[in-house]
């Protein structure tokens, strides 16, 4: 069955395991990314909460156990499958819509164009997703007094504090990261594919390790283009209420006149370390679910 006759919900369903598996593999280097981006700056002569990825990583398992590189996953999980089925579905819709034939080729330019529309269908349900994870992420472990107790006990404190507005703080963050993150995203999955066509034939970018390559290199590629949105946007999610009134704006003069440019990257290492196997998963996940569907219901 080729991509353009695939069943629209055979690619919703496939896509939606293959965020579950993204969820999974790649939680912990998230965890870890959003306590670096989000950590205080120390005060003169002191050091600072975490000296990088392996030293937040290891602070986050003595105090909270392995356990706690898991905070905060209940929300992704919630809401990763409708997001990646949408995102694989508007990313479909996209190719559709710019082709005169089922048959045509896209050229990089319009395989990016779909694959910034989807990153428009996703942010619906990623803003507040991203907002009650980030939240639940950065609560300290140990003793220390939590706040939120969980994924809905979060999400009803934030609504009665401010609410939908406060619920989908962060939304036009997001979006300014999943366009271009996301047209990325599927260009390079896409083209990397085609790579592997040309060079190990028509199998060698449908068998195992086609996927693992083109999905991994798709991660990379979205995170290179898509960080220091993130960044900003972790820092608008979890600021105490009125700390930005201006939004992302704020957040930017701040971190520039603060800490410089490369404060937009930080948080990089576990982002590229989680990047590569997470998106992998995915779509590993994606091909397996679409072979089972394609086997267990043909006419689906």
Sequence with gaps: MSENQT?????????????????????????????LQTMPLPAPGQLPQYAGTYDCA???????????????M????????PIFAISFFGFGLGKRLQQKTPEEKLTNVQLFAAGAFSGIFTTSIMAPGER???????QQGGGAPQKYNG????????????????????????????????????????YVKEFAAREFGTEG????????????SAGIANWA??????????????????TYPNGIRDVFRELMTKEGPLALYKGVTPVMLRAFPANAACFIGFEISMKFLNFAAPNL
């Design 225 to 242: 283009v898509g960080m220091p949105a993130d960044v900003l946007k972790s820092r608008l999610q979890t600021a105490a209420p009125g």
């Design 151 to 190: 994924m809905v006990d979060c999400a009803k404190q934030l609504y009665k504090e401010g609410g939908i507005r406060s619920v989908y703080k962060g939304s036009v963050a997001t979006l300014l990261r999943d366009i271009p993150a996301s047209g990325l995203y599927f260009l390079t999955y896409e």
């Design 7 to 35: 069943s629209p919900i055979k690619y919703f369903l496939s896509g939606g395991f293959g965020g579950v598996c993204t969820v999974i593999a790649g939680h912990p280097l998230d965890t870890i990314k959003v306590r």
């Design 132 to 138: 009650i994870k980030c939240l639940l992420q950065i």
């Design 74 to 81: 209940s929300a992704p999980l919630t809401g990763v499958a």
């Design 205 to 216: 970018s449908r068998g195992l390790i086609g996927t693992i390559f083109a999905g991994g």
């Design 58 to 72: 290891r602070k986050t398992v003595q105090r909270e156990g392995f356990r706690g590189l898991y905070k905060g």
